[in-house]
């Protein structure tokens, strides 16, 4: 059956909450019960309508922006139809900003380009954008479910132009190529809140970008969702419902550790609580919650940020990464002084956090004294349910189809270890013990590895065994 079309352009689509559907015979209007006489005889005298439908304007109005983000011509098709309409004397022609993409349907060429990229990512749940210059072509690739995937190349000669469109977007020098810059889009497609964070970086064939999606409206975070063993779940709600100490989630960029700290804050009673995080970059914002954003330009660090965070009565504080030994001493001192103190690290696994600790400086009494514990993850693919295959001794393997971009998975969800600050531990950290000894008191205490914790979602077929070594390997 043919897919369905949806001929209206969308800005009139949504100013009058009207969908016209044509599934390649019969032309059906969907409209609200009070529906204007005037709006029905414009697509009456536009498009001879078959049949017409009523529904509720509100979920109708959710029906016109699920509709229009799925059926947008794919970033692919405008692509190719910009390189072969586009008039490369005019390509830097600049239009006013829309309020939502799906709105800009007709504008020039270049815009139209980027904004179905932009509109495609957020539809396929992309989390970054590369636009890559080569030799003699040119490279856009998703971020989805923490792997790369090509999506169109687009004609070498329209990569500065893109690039440019994307600076004035972002507010950044479109004159100066040859220093690394950094801007940030606030836009809406289909009615979503996306926050873009753009870098641009020179390279010997042009100017690379690459943009970091945040979607303001997926912040509903909870520590049930992350996907916890139950008995890690249960620890780690204690640890981050103590009225003091330090509790540090860790792994590599992209593991899930800010998300893991939001679901934890979303366990405090902020009514009687009061909650700062200092953050680069605040990527959600919750409610209740007072952030902020460290600034590189006017030297706000995490440290100045925390100095001036402690003299704002908090209850809890959140760290969006210790970097130094300036920030690590504030964020222990205040962990020893009546704060609960939840902060990311980068370490391959929970007992090096001790050890990274003690490298920047911190005195290892210190660390003792108020570490509760460390959180340490990353992230799996799920396996796609609709063609994931189980062979004869019952492992579940990916197959790839259509509802997951023909890679086999779709989704992701955590895997963790947890090493609890027990007696045995923080004597063994006050000593300076070696990492492997940490690790071996933290494993008679009841530490399960990453790998480990691997295993149960490789046996419920949420993942395969192929996916747990990837993210886990040493």
């Known amino acids: 059956m043919a897919a369905t079309r949806h001929p209206l352009p969308y800005a009139f689509a949504k100013a009058n909450t009207v969908l016209l559907e044509d599934d390649g015979s019969t032309l059906t209007l969907w409209a609200p019960p009070d529906v204007g006489w005037a709006t029905l005889s414009e697509v009456q005298r536009l498009y001879a309508v078959d049949r017409l439908e009523s529904e509720a304007a509100p979920s109708l109005a959710e029906r016109i922006n699920a509709a229009y983000a799925g059926s947008e011509s794919s970033a692919a098709v405008v692509v190719g139809e910009v390189e072969s309409a586009v008039d490369l004397s005019r390509m ?13 349907a007709n504008d020039a060429p270049i815009i139209r380009m980027l904004n179905a990229l932009l509109t495609q990512a957020a539809k396929d749940g992309a989390s970054d954008i590369h636009i890559e210059p ?31 469109r994307l600076k004035i977007m972002a507010e950044l020098d479109i004159a100066e190529k040859r220093l690394p810059q950094d801007g940030r889009i606030s836009l809406r497609i289909g009615g979503r809140a996306i926050d873009v964070r753009v870098s641009t970086l020179p390279s010997a064939h042009g100017e690379r970008a690459v943009l970091r999606l945040l979607d303001k409206s997926e912040s509903k975070f909870t520590l049930e ?20 100490g330090i509790v540090l989630v860790t792994g590599p960029t992209g593991s899930g550790k800010t998300t893991s700290l939001y679901a934890s804050l979303q366990t405090v009673d902020t009514s009687t609580t009061n909650v700062l995080t200092v953050e680069d970059p605040i990527e959600y914002e919750l409610p209740g919650i007072g952030q902020t954003q460290v600034n590189s330009k006017i030297d706000l660090t995490f440290a100045k940020a925390l100095r001036a965070i402690l003299r704002q009565d908090p209850d809890v504080i959140m760290i969006g990464e210790i970097r130094d030994y300036e920030t690590a001493q504030i964020a222990i001192q205040a962990s020893l002084t009546g704060h609960l103190v939840l902060a990311t690290l980068h370490t391959n696994d929970a007992p090096s956090a001790v050890t990274r600790l003690t490298d920047m400086g911190v005195e290892p009494f210190l660390l003792s004294s108020s570490l509760l514990g460390v959180l340490a993850q990353r992230l799996v693919r799920r396996l796609c349910p609709v063609c994931k295959r189980q062979d004869g001794e019952g492992h579940w393997h990916p197959v790839g189809c259509e509802a997951c971009g023909h890679t086999g998975y779709k989704g992701r ?9 027990d007696d045995a531990v923080r004597s063994l950290i006050h000593n300076r013990a070696a990492e492997s000894e940490l690790q071996a008191a933290a494993q008679a205490a009841g530490l399960r590895s ?24 040493e």
């Open 92 to 104: 830097m022609q600049d239009l006013p900003a829309v309020e939502d993409l799906l709105e800009a």
């Open 134 to 164: 080569y030799e003699r072509s040119s490279s856009v690739r998703f971020r989805v479910d923490g792997t790369l995937r090509e999506v169109v190349q687009p004609n070498r000669a329209l990569h500065a132009a893109l690039i440019s």
């Open 225 to 244: 969702g992350l996907g916890m063993d139950g008995k890690v779940l249960s620890a780690f709600k204690q640890l981050v419902q103590q009225p003091h």
């Open 413 to 421: 969800t955590g895997v963790y270890e947890l090493m609890v600050a």
């Open 450 to 473: 990453m790998r480990e914790d691997g295993e149960r979602l490789i046996a419920a077929g949420v993942t395969s065994l192929e996916e747990v070594l990837r993210v886990t390997r």
